[in-house]
């Protein structure tokens, strides 16, 4: 019998990785480093390029795996920085022995660059699986400003990141088309999207919460986003802006440029004056990318007086389902970084997800094992982003078919496409668990009825959606 803690907390020191460990990085000096320019120009887009950086020692079986995926299930293009490629099996070069197992086994590489044998075969994505998986699009207001909670919406500004993550869940419209998803596209031009966006929100006093997305707004020359949180903070109604930037871990180097840093401090001062709260969201899903210049990048914000800083990771099989990883971030996040954890999400019902996503079950048993380590504060909480309902925490279900995996979720609140359904709060609206997980007669059932369009979860998500699409329709003519 053991007597010892669960999970043996010890402080640890980041470590920037040294990149000259890559043949194609060996002569690249800290200046090169640390300039976002040097970073953009130098990301990871094809094989060819990651061939060029980690040179004879990867193996061609691994780059034959990567082909095939991009060929057959990525929905995301490959854009890698070296930032984040240099947090990939940190401890090798790849001229040691087992590079290339250590290259399959990375957490930060499973999501990054997919291989086609990491996705399930049996089910590689879920019969319910679809592209805008949080219908955001169906709850846009004008192009791009997605209003699902009563007080807060989404605005997505563009379609780009500096990097791409191979589960988006904006896979529908974020980054360039693949073989196997042809990406939406706005109609719009930039500047009167976010003309449509302001006067919206001029318009609905409801609202006070504005969270500032993409894609990732370090995409965004710095000043048309500044232009745009300029304009968003002379609407009196709005109290809360969050900007979204998975590139603060990603391209540390871009939150670190001068102009981009005095710039912040501009529109944290003109927020402080008006009493409004900008923070930074970020995305980090493992501890190892924490590194000394992404606490740098932190601190030079959290220094312009936005605040805070916070995360919203996405929980993945392979990257970061366990409790000693997730907990292990958390510390490197909050300790090492000031950043404070905030979120996991699961990670959405996307077509070829099914190898990173977990069950409900399994993400409550996560949140119990991660209670009591962090300041209560710091404590992540797991959310399922449930289809028609919003973000929920994994132990606020209404119900639980295990063998079948469906979790069924309800909600307090009508998302802007229910504003004339009288029933939307007394439904159910369902959530599915991977069908791997599930006991083999949950197995069996779904391979018998895969095809079937009769389960009750989704038929009501389905009839709730119709039917508020045509109440809005009856009330808009
Ligand atoms: S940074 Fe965010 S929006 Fe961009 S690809 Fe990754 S998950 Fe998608």
Same mark, same amino acid.
């Given at each position: 019998m053991t007597t010892e803690q669960p999970y043996p907390y010890l402080g640890r020191e980041l470590v920037e990785p040294d990149?000259?460990?890559?043949p194609g990085w060996a002569d690249v000096t800290t200046e090169q480093w640390e300039s976002a320019q040097w970073q953009r120009a130098h990301c990871v887009k094809n094989l060819r390029q990651l061939r060029d950086v980690?040179?004879?020692?990867?193996d061609d079986r691994f780059v034959a795996d990567l082909e095939r995926d991009q060929a057959e299930r990525a929905t995301m293009s490959m854009l890698v920085p070296p930032q984040m490629l240099n947090?990939?099996?940190?401890?090798?070069?790849?001229?040691?022995?087992g590079f290339t197992e250590a290259l399959y086994a990375d957490g930060v590489r499973r999501y990054?660059?997919?291989?086609?044998?990491?996705?399930?075969?049996?089910?590689?994505?879920?019969?319910?699986?679809?592209?805008d998986s949080l219908h955001e699009h169906d709850m846009?207001?004008?192009?791009?400003?997605?209003?699902?909670?009563p007080t807060k919406v989404l605005a997505?500004?563009? !379609?780009?990141?500096?990097q791409y993550c191979g589960?988006?869940?904006r896979m529908d419209l974020v980054g360039n088309s693949t073989p196997v998803v042809d990406k939406l596209k706005f109609d719009l031009k930039p500047v009167d999207r976010y003309d449509q966006m302001i006067d919206y929100l001029r318009r609905?006093?409801?609202?006070?919460?504005?969270?500032?997305?993409g894609g990732d707004v370090?995409?965004?020359p710095f000043k048309n986003l500044e232009a745009f949180v300029a304009r968003l903070l002379e609407i009196?109604?709005?109290?809360d802006i969050r900007l979204a930037t998975k590139a603060l871990m990603g391209l540390p180097q871009h939150w670190l440029q001068s102009e981009v840093r005095a710039g912040m401090e501009r529109l944290a001062t003109t927020a402080r004056e008006r009493g409004v709260q900008i923070a930074i969201h970020t995305h980090v899903n493992?501890?190892?990318?924490?590194?000394p210049l992404v606490a740098r990048a932190t601190r030079a914000m959290l220094d312009t007086g936005i605040r805070d800083v916070r995360n919203q990771g996405v929980l993945m099989e392979g990257v970061n389902a366990d409790a000693h990883t997730l907990l292990d971030l958390c510390f490197a996040l909050?300790?090492?970084?000031?950043?404070?954890?905030y979120y996991f999400y699961m990670?959405?019902?996307?077509?070829?997800s099914e190898h990173w996503r977990v069950s409900v079950g399994k993400a409550q048993d996560l949140q119990h094992a991660i209670?009591?380590?962090?300041?209560g504060f710091a404590t992540p909480r797991i959310v399922c982003d449930v289809p028609f309902v919003g973000k929920r925490?994994?132990?606020?279900?209404?119900?639980?078919d295990r063998e079948h995996g469906i979790s069924y979720w309800t909600k307090n609140y009508r998302t802007s496409i229910e504003?004339?359904?009288?029933l939307a709060l007394e439904r159910t609206y369902a959530y599915y668990d991977p069908?791997?997980?599930? !006991?083999a007669e949950g197995q069996r059932w779904w391979h018998d009825h895969?095809?079937?369009?009769?389960t009750r979860g989704h038929a009501a998500a389905t009839a709730a959606a119709r039917a508020s699409r045509e109440a809005a329709a009856v009330q808009a003519g």
């Open positions: 990149w000259t460990r890559f980690l040179g004879p020692g990867l947090t990939m099996v940190a401890h090798l070069s790849p001229s040691d022995p990054m660059l997919p291989v086609f044998t990491d996705r399930r075969t049996d089910w590689p994505s879920h019969p319910y699986a679809t592209r846009w207001v004008a192009e791009g400003l997605t209003h699902r909670y997505e500004l563009l !379609p780009t990141c500096p589960h988006c869940t609905t006093p409801t609202v006070r919460d504005v969270v500032v997305s370090a995409n965004m009196d109604n709005i109290r493992h501890a190892g990318s924490v590194t909050s300790d090492g970084a000031g950043i404070l954890p990670c959405d019902m996307i077509p070829f209670m009591g380590y962090l300041p925490w994994v132990h606020q279900l209404a119900d639980y504003r004339a359904d009288a069908i791997h997980t599930l !006991p895969a095809a079937d369009d009769t």
